[in-house]
């Protein structure tokens, strides 16, 4: 089987990813890194993010790392993939609240910060994994308040069943509007920090 994790930055996709493919003896594959190294990404400095600057060299790279079998692949680079090449999509989700602490840990600040627990409120991850994979071969995950292990037991019993596992999370509907204005004003700049 090849499965697809991906998510908002520090949802856990590499730590999870890493431990769900030890538990399912498939091979880790951190798709971000792989596309980094081979020189095929620009680095933008308004964004302080790697982009794909070489989309044709990109999917020739994704299509052979999508050539194995028994893979998990840990990406943000989800738009290139081909529905086909992949079994089942795994979505971490995590409390916008919790993602906003560990991104600052991370040392991420301002828009790049802003922007990401965002992405994560609006379900960018979730949406664009439905429309490419269809809802099907999606599976969503709230990661927030639970180990990893725990998650990853959670993920290996749905991996196993047929049916979809979506609508785990509603965070728009959760988070104050306070915090939403203030996301808001810090991704375009108005103001340093929520
Ligand atoms: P990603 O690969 O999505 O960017 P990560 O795997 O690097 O995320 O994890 C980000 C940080 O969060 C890292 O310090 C480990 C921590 N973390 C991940 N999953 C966790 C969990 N379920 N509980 C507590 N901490 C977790």
Redesign the pocket.
Same mark, same amino acid.
Do not use: E, H, W, Y
């Given at each position: 089987m090849r499965i697809l994790i991906t *998510? /908002?930055? *520090?949802? *856990?996709?590499?730590?999870?990813g890493l431990e769900l493919s030890r538990r399912l003896n498939y091979e880790y594959i951190n798709l971000n890194e792989i596309l980094v190294r081979s020189g095929v990404c620009k680095y933008n400095p308004d964004i302080d993010t790697h982009e794909i600057a070489d989309t044709d060299r990109a999917i020739e790279i994704i299509d052979s790392v999508l050539s194995r079998d028994d893979i998990v692949v840990?990406t943000l680079v989800i738009s290139l993939i081909k529905p086909e090449d992949i079994d089942k999509v795994v979505v &971490?989700r995590l409390n916008p609240k919790i993602l906003l602490e560990?991104l600052r &840990?991370r040392g991420w600040r301002g828009r790049k910060l802003c922007e990401n627990v965002l992405a994560e409120i609006l379900d960018y991850f979730l949406v664009e994994s439905i429309n490419i994979f269809g809802e099907d071969k999606v599976i969503e995950i709230d /990661?927030s308040n639970?180990?990893?292990n725990e998650?990853v037991n959670e993920i290996i019993k749905l991996l196993s069943s047929s049916r979809p596992r979506l609508g785990a999370v509603s965070w728009l509907s959760s988070v104050d509007s306070d915090f939403l204005v203030k996301l808001d004003m810090c991704r375009e700049g108005l103001i340093d920090d929520v």
């Open positions: *998510g /908002t930055p *520090g949802t *856990g996709k590499t730590c999870i840990d &971490l560990r &840990l /990661t639970k180990s990893i998650v």
